[in-house]
Structure formats: structure tokens, C-alpha cells
T-cell receptor
């Protein structure tokens, strides 16, 4: 089955700096790669996703890049703010009809300090 | 528009008991998936229901089961609870099934003592 590795497990940046979180996946059939943000006491919230026919996607301060050849994808957050502090999860999924489950990375705890 | 609602938010049960958790998806969403989140194992897929049928199942023992009703609401049941079942159980709904467009609820925190 799919295996997703995520690094780093913790990341501390100063407000205004950029943060980068990296993930690798093992199953070449995976073609959907979402990123989730989870705040304390809440469920994961989808912040951005990318499909395998796209190499990069950007939404304001958040961007995701995908390298299918190397089987890795990354989340980039620019101009970080204290409210970006949370746990971030990457995930991968094939889209082959009923094979719809997400395999998640182990999470990155991002701390944005003033 | 209302989000995904999970009840109860917190639950304490004793080993050997059984428990039922409930999930109401976003109106119009036909697919409900369940995930278990623990510090040690992270987020793991339990099962997905679409139009009252289980469409996909993760690698959990048969003590974990679920169902979906005609209004798309879903329940999951865990029988013969073990200490290791203590976790946050998350439900996610999506419009047409599949993992795209998931909206997660806030979860049910189950503690087994």
C-alpha cells in the first residue's frame, strides 16, 4: 500500500519568514495530494491540494509543488503569521474509482514566533 | 451552510464495552469516511460509505464497523473496547465520494479506561 513520509516533525519560524514542509510517497498510482491544517481541538481542514497533472499550485501565501518523477511534494508558506501555527498533514490518494482513501503523513507542528 | 457534525464530542468507556459514534455530513454530501487519529499511528483510514454501501475498508479488526442511513448520516461502532482504541475518531464527508473535497468534522474523542 501507499506510504507517505513527512519532514520535519516540528518547525519553528519567525513571523514573516517562510516555512517549507516536505513529503514523499511510494505508490506511483497516487495522483491527488492534499494538505491539511489541524488546530487544537478541531478536525483537519483542507488548505490546498494538487493533482498529478499539475506541477505547482498557489493560493495567496500558500503554494504546493509536486515532482512525480521523484515522488515528492512540498508545502510552502510565505510571510508566516502567528495564526499559521498548527499541525500540517500531507496526504496522498489514488483516484481509481472506489480506491478513495487518503494516506496521511505523520504531521508537522509549525510554530510561528513573534 | 452547516459543516460536518460529530456527536458526542467526548466519550469515556470501560474496556469490554461497546460504543457508537455518529456523523452527520454536509447537506447534499453522499459519502462519509471515518478515520482514527492517535499520537502513535497518526491518521488512519477506517472505512467509507457511499449511498448506504461500504465502498472501502481499512486495516482494522472486525470490532470496528459502520453503517450509513438513507439521509447519509453515518454511525460507527466499536465492540469489545480495548485500551488501544482510545483515539480521536474523525468523520469526513465529500459530495460524490472519493478522497477529494473532504470536509472533516471536529471528531469524537474516545477514552477507554
Amino acid at each position: 500500500g501507499e506510504n507517505v513520509e513527512q519532514h520535519p516533525s516540528t518547525l519553528s519560524v519567525q513571523e514573516g519568514d517562510s516555512a517549507v514542509i516536505k513529503c514523499t510517497y511510494s505508490d506511483s498510482a497516487s495522483n491527488y495530494f492534499p494538505w491539511y491544517k489541524q488546530e487544537l481541538g478541531k478536525g483537519p481542514q483542507l488548505i490546498i491540494d494538487i493533482r498529478s497533472n499539475v506541477g505547482e499550485k498557489k493560493d495567496q501565501r500558500i503554494a504546493v509543488t509536486l515532482n512525480k518523477t521523484a515522488k515528492h511534494f512540498s508545502l510552502h508558506i510565505t510571510e508566516t503569521q502567528p495564526e499559521d501555527s498548527a499541525v500540517y498533514f500531507c496526504a496522498a490518494s489514488p483516484n481509481t474509482g472506489t480506491a478513495s482513501k487518503l494516506t496521511f503523513g505523520t504531521g508537522t507542528r509549525l510554530q510561528v514566533t513573534l | 451552510k452547516a459543516g460536518v457534525t460529530q456527536t458526542p464530542r467526548y466519550l469515556i468507556k470501560t474496556r469490554g464495552q461497546q460504543v457508537t459514534l455518529s456523523c452527520s455530513p454536509i447537506s447534499g454530501h453522499r459519502s462519509v469516511s471515518w478515520y482514527q487519529q492517535t499520537p502513535g499511528q497518526g491518521l488512519q483510514f477506517l472505512f467509507e460509505y457511499f449511498s448506504e454501501t461500504q465502498r472501502n475498508k481499512g486495516n482494522f479488526p472486525g470490532r470496528f464497523s459502520g453503517r450509513q442511513f438513507s439521509n447519509s448520516r453515518s454511525e460507527m461502532n466499536v465492540s469489545t473496547l480495548e485500551l488501544g482504541d482510545s483515539a480521536l475518531y474523525l468523520c469526513a464527508s465529500s459530495p460524490e465520494g472519493g478522497s477529494r473535497g473532504y470536509t472533516f468534522g471536529s471528531g469524537t474523542r474516545l477514552t477507554v479506561v
